[in-house]
């Protein structure tokens, strides 16, 4: 499906592009009821891109009527599960025919290397929603163990009208781990995408309406956080709300879940991932390959990029001299051109933010092991920072920028202590020959995945999310994530003698 296009293809394209400004609610495309707008721009050249709706409590509270009167009367959670399922699959084909424009669209207004969005990003977003799809009509509601006298039915419901509040790294695979599981299950949503990034899920909506999902049950509100962001988190007709973000965002969540209706609220956070290397790992040129993929994937900007190398003292020299070698084909530079690996960061704020961690490079007398140059106030070069203790800020924050930093320890027992060592738990990975090593690390790291001899978050079949200040309240992709958007109702039916007796009486 990927058939990449050239670089000049892709310029081709991202110069004819028409890009949706304004707000989705109720099938139609409308401006921010005071009319204000916000400039969206490509963080790799400066250039804005387009004036979007800047909406707010007024937009919120009109797209959750219009959500709740497409829920209430049922023409989408009352269709049956196979007509849901056509409907999405409808949705997926649209997205395919317009994976080019999704892609180019993604990497101008995210600074995402293309070649990422084109293998990544939109094929894994529209495997997502057919994945969720094909799952709505094999699942089967259950009857309880309750003996002769009754009969239970426990049955799954659609939760409700959901917000989904998404991140800038991955816009649109997070729009679609949120709305897949949610539109298949039945519930309508009100998508507030990150103020960063909000072109692709405005056209998503949009193509969503063309395949068939009914005014009402997807709607988009962009907008700042404070704006939309809270008036969704505090609105009393909102049942769930879905977030990809920071901690301090995710925390503001469950305040305002406790302030309203009690919501409910399932978050998936930030991360502070180790990759565990012990002296027994097979092949270091593989370990090399997958934690400089784990760290610079899509720049860093990623909740489960491997941020922390902690390697045994025998073999780092010897790891970091292959880690330098594979890093030599990772090209930074312009997105639109697929050779790159490395493009813009999303912002100059986060460009700032990220390279005050190299500052500390400096002030902590660190050695960088490899990179550590920016260029045009938007590109870092991956970097590796030598020598870091777990006292340092590079080791105990998110930096969601490309650099990772090198630990060393002596003992397995030091090296579970080191990885554990965060008020993270997303990801982990161990690189180990020995089985026996590799079943008590996964079992001791406190992470929601831990990956053995490779890097990686899983697939559409396994759950996403974190321990600790990682995650709250459920996890994201796999039947899993279908649960979070359904209500468990119990139907007990007295089928005793007494009431049939009753009846015949
Ligand atoms: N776990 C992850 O995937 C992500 C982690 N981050 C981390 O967060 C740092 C800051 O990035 P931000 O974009 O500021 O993340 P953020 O967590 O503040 O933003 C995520 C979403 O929450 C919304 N939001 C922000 N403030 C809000 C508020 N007061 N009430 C309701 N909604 C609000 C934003 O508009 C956005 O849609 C990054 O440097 C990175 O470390 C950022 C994005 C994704
Ligand atoms: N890597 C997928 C989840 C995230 O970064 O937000």
Known sequence: MHNPLTAAEYKALAAEIQFPTNAFIDGAFRPANSGKTFKTTNPATGEVLAEIAACDASDVDFAVAKAREAFDDGRWQHLAPGERKAVLLKFAKLLERNRHELAVMESLDSGKPIRECQTVDVPDTIHTIRWHAELIDKLYDNTAPVGSKALTMVVRESVGVVGCVLPWNFPLLMLAWKIGPALAAGCSVIVK?????????????????????????????????????????????????????????????????????????????????????????????????????????????????????????????????????????????????????????????????????????????????????????VYIEPTVVDGVTPASRLFQEEIFGPILSVTTFNSLAEAIALANDTNYGLTASVYTGSLRKAIKLSREIRAGVVTVNCFGEGDATTPFGGYKESGFGGRDKSVFAHDNYCELKTVWIDVSDRSVDETVR
């Open 193 to 377: 995408p990150a103020q960063e990034t909000t072109l692709t899920t405005l056209r998503v909506a949009e193509l969503a309406h063309e395949a068939g999902i009914p005014a009402g049950v997807f709607n988009v509100v962009p907008g700042g956080g404070k704006d939309v962001g809270e008036p969704i988190g505090m609105h009393m007709d909102v049942d769930m709300v879905a977030f990809t973000g920071s901690t301090p965002t995710g925390r503001r969540f469950l305040r305002y879940a406790a302030d309203s209706n009690l919501k409910r609220v399932v978050l998936e956070c930030g991360g502070k991932n180790p990759a565990v290397v012990l002296d027994d790992a097979e092949d270091l040129d593989l370990v090399a390959e997958q934690v400089v993929n784990g760290a610079f994937w899509n720049m860093g900007e990623n909740c489960s990029a491997t941020s922390r190398l902690i390697v045994d003292a025998k073999i780092k020299d010897e790891l970091l001299q292959r880690i330098g070698a594979y890093m030599r084909e990772w090209r930074t530079g312009d997105p639109l051109d697929p050779e790159n690996r490395i493009g813009a960061l999303v912002s100059k704020t986060h460009f700032e933010k990220v390279k005050s961690f190299l500052g500390d490079v400096k002030t902590e007398k660190l050695s960088v092991a490899h990179g550590g140059a920016t260029h045009k106030g």
